[in-house]
Every structure is written in C-alpha cells, then in structure tokens.
C-alpha cells in the first residue's frame, strides 16, 4: 500500500512540474512571437532608412555638395515616424552603413554594368 502511495505521489508531482513545463513554454512561444513580430518591424524601418540614405547620398553626390544636411528634409517623403535620437547615433549608424557598402553607391553602379 506504502509502495502505490509513493508512485501517487510521484505521478502527482510529474503531472505538476508538467502543467509549470507547459506553460512556461507557452510563455515563451508567445514572448518569441513577439519578438519576431519586433525584429520584422525593425527590419522593415531599417530598410526605408537604408534607402532613404542611399537616395541622400546620391543626390548629395549628383549635385556636388559634401554634406547631405544641406538637402531639404522635405525630399523624401515617406509615413514611418521616427526619433530624433541625436547626432551622435545618426554618425554611428552612418557608419556602420558605410561598412557595410564599403565605395558608396558608385561603386555598386558600375559592378551592376559590367
């Protein structure tokens, strides 16, 4: 009798830790979810950013100016709210993007020529 009571016991404890199992992962699956849905929407905002600095870039080359501060900030037109963070992060983020088309916009024009 003292033997069933143990694996009672048991049963009752792995149907606990189980129930605790479960919905800590459920927990996770929709932390994860949120997650993605985050990085995606990142993703798509560092997209139009990118752009928005290629299309600066080439008009700051097209028409001869070394600083692209002196376009209008009305010439790219688009709905994605963004803050004001400061120069210091623009310059970062500028330069990691440099890294990253290292030449600029013409050098990748003339590789999509040959």
Known sequence: MRMIQNINALTSELALEKEELMQALSSELSQSSKL???NKELSRK???QTQRLELLTAQSMASGNTSIRQLEPHTVH???????????V?????????????GGPSRRRT???L
């Open 36 to 38: 993605k849905d985050l």
């Open 46 to 48: 560092l997209e139009a």
């Open 78 to 88: 688009d709905n994605i709210p963004y803050a004001d963070e400061g120069d210091e």
């Open 90 to 102: 623009v310059e970062r983020v500028l330069g990691w993007i440099m890294k990253l088309f290292p």
């Open 111 to 113: 590789s999509k020529l």
